[in-house]
């Protein structure tokens, strides 16, 4: 559907249309895994790696008469799981094994740096593992780093 308007008809719509400033944007980062004595079915890992996670967020620009008040980077989330690669040894024989890791986004926790001229979430996510009651891993907890201004 297309709708045509003047110029003075689009400028008196514009603000309705722009009253919420939020936009959202994604980046691919590098997830490092850090498996501080964990196991994978009775076995001590090796390594744990990944494809780069995709990580989506907002950016909300706080506008005033005057100018910005604020610009807020929130609501980072990705994929509800991902897949990983476990590297673990049976009686020194590497094994390697694909899992569904889950994820919960709630729970990541962000390393802010200022300064640096822009609003952006780092190249990197630290995934901090451990093993739940039944030998599973699971994200105990995750860090990012989050760039403002």
Do not use: C, H
């Not at 090796?46 to 996670?53: K, L, P, Q, Y």
């Not at 729970?107 to 093993?131: A, K, P, R």
């Amino acid at each position: 559907m297309k709708l045509k308007m003047s110029e003075s008809q689009f400028n008196r719509v514009k603000p309705r249309l722009t009253e919420e400033n939020v936009s959202q944007y994604g980046k691919s980062i590098k997830p490092f895994f850090y498996t501080n004595k964990i196991s994978f079915k009775g076995y001590e890992i090796d390594e744990i790696t990944s494809a780069e996670v995709l990580v989506r967020y907002k950016i909300d620009i706080d506008l005033r008469k005057w100018g910005i008040k604020g610009i807020s980077l929130y609501d980072i989330v990705g994929n509800p799981s991902i897949e990983v690669e476990v590297s673990y040894y049976v009686n020194e024989q590497l094994q390697t094994e694909i899992v569904n890791l889950p994820i919960n986004w709630g729970m990541v926790s962000q390393d802010e740096t200022t300064g640096g001229g822009v609003i952006t979430v780092g190249d990197e996510i630290d995934f901090f593992l451990s093993n739940d009651d039944q030998g599973g891993i699971v994200v105990e907890r995750m860090t990012l780093e989050v760039y403002k201004l």
